[in-house]
């Protein structure tokens, strides 16, 4: 097992695909991909690569720690009680563990991804 790891951003196997879970989605009709790169200390710790088309969700990171860095697309996130924050290719941000708020996908977006759980 190698501890250097690069991340492909527009890989070529096939992406597990879902959606949003019922009570998370505000509008539209979102479809997830997701491109599942590397998991470690017992799969605590995940990267890849994760696309969105628009519509707009429920973001619940309850324990999980989150890293994202914008590859396409647009954005627009808005913690509950703040301001929203828009977010376009080559931007980075983190969610902490407890956040709540609105993730609202204006165009498709893809991403790279690391999540501590």
Known sequence: MSLLKTIDTNPSFTPSESGPLPERLISGDPTYKTWAQDAARGEKINTGV?????????????ETFEFCHIISGVIEITPDGGEPVIYTA????????????????????????????
């Open 50 to 62: 994760w696309e969105a088309t628009p519509g707009e969700t429920r973001s619940i990171k309850g």
């Open 90 to 117: 080559g931007d980075s941000f983190v969610m902490k563990p407890g956040f709540v708020g609105v993730w609202k996908t204006i165009e498709t977006v893809r991403k790279i991804y690391l999540t501590v759980s």
